[in-house]
């Protein structure tokens, strides 16, 4: 969904940027296991090997877990058979956490979308666009 929504680039008045989250629960340790543990599945435990991987914590109003204990837990989960890439990852996992709840997805990407922020994908295109009409308009002129 996220994708579709950001490939046809509309302006939107009341959307800034998208979060995409899969799954919620309590922002806690068994929480976060049981959340990790569902969401990862598809992208890790249904046969596939050496996926290259990053996890990305967010926590905001929140002290109970620190980003070292989620990063711990949710690569733990992830297993051995995968690879941490931090540069080069083929999936990316998003662990929002705010107060007391926790939210995750696994996203790809995430860094060419622009963090999924309409806005930025928007200035992008229309400075491209721009570029490209005063590459026409020098050529015309040369001419």
Known sequence: MVHTILEDKTQSKWTHRLTPVTRTGKATLEGL?????????PYFHEGQEGVKF?????????????RDQVIKVVAD?????HKVDINNHDVLILVDI???MCGMSVVRDFEKLKRYNLSEILKDERASKAAAE??????????
């Open 33 to 41: 296991e049981v959340v990790a543990k569902e969401v990862l599945k």
């Open 54 to 66: 990053c996890i990305r914590p967010t926590t905001r109003q929140h002290n109970v877990l620190d």
């Open 77 to 81: 989960i992830v297993g051995p058979k």
């Open 98 to 100: 705010y107060k007391n």
């Open 134 to 143: 005063g590459d026409k308009k020098s050529q015309e002129v040369s001419k």
